[in-house]
């Protein structure tokens, strides 16, 4: 089955930095991938998406790149602010199936 | 839309004790997921249903796990007997069957905590 790397699993960056989390999965067959937010305590929500058909997606300070060759995708946020700081999860898709987590990542931004 | 429902959102109960989740996922909705959160295993799927039918329970830990989907609207996560270990929050999620994606909606968790 589906098998989804995430890294770092810790990350902290200064307020305005950019902070870059990546992902590796090992079925091919995989064409959606997702990234949750989850704030301390709250649900994972659904923050930006990419397919398979599309090598980048952009949405004002985050972006997400793909690499199908490579089975990688990273998930990139610029400017970073204090309300960024959250778990980050990444996650792999293929039609009929449920969504594969990686670990996620802790982002802290300090002002 | 009132989202996807869980309840209890928290539940204290002793080991040896039965403890039972539900879950309400979005009405429309086709699939629905029951998932673990551990600061150890990250989220671990458990167990999901497409059209009310289980398609994958490999994430179930043990047969001390067991879930159910009656109907469309409604879910039920058991656990029997708990032990302390399974001290989790355990997310219901659901979703629309689609070709190419499958945006997940979370609710709000159950926290389990077993004594």
């Known amino acids: 089955g589906e098998n989804v790397e995430q890294h770092p699993s810790t990350l902290s960056v200064q307020e305005g930095d950019s902070a870059v989390i990546k992902c590796t999965y090992s079925?091919?067959?995989?064409?959606?991938f997702p990234w949750y937010k989850q704030e301390l305590g709250k649900r994972p929500q659904l923050i930006i998406d990419?397919?398979?058909?599309?090598g980048e997606k952009k949405d004002q300070r985050i972006a997400v790149t793909l690499n199908k060759t490579a089975k990688h995708f990273s998930l990139h946020i610029t400017e970073t602010q204090p309300e960024d700081s959250a778990v980050y999860f990444c996650a792999a898709y293929q039609a009929g199936t449920a969504l594969i987590f990686g670990k996620g990542t802790t982002l802290s931004v300090s002002s | 839309d009132a989202g996807v429902i869980q309840s209890p959102r928290h539940e204290v109960t002793e080991m040896g004790q039965e403890v039972t989740l539900r879950c309400k996922p979005i009405s429309g909705h086709n699939s629905l997921f029951w998932y673990r959160q551990t600061m150890m295993r990250g989220l671990e799927l458990l167990i999901y249903?497409?059209?009310?039918?289980?398609?994958?329970d490999s994430g179930m830990p043990e047969d001390r796990f067991s879930a159910k989907m009656p109907n469309a609207s409604f879910s039920t996560l058991k656990i029997q007997p708990s032990e302390p270990r399974d001290s989790a929050v355990y997310f219901c999620a659901s979703s629309k069957l689609a070709g190419d994606s499958n945006e997940q909606f979370f609710g709000p968790g159950t926290r389990l905590t077993v004594l």
């Open positions: 079925d091919s067959a995989s064409n959606y």
């Open positions: 249903f497409n059209n009310n039918v289980p398609i994958d």
């Open positions: 990419i397919r398979s058909n599309v």
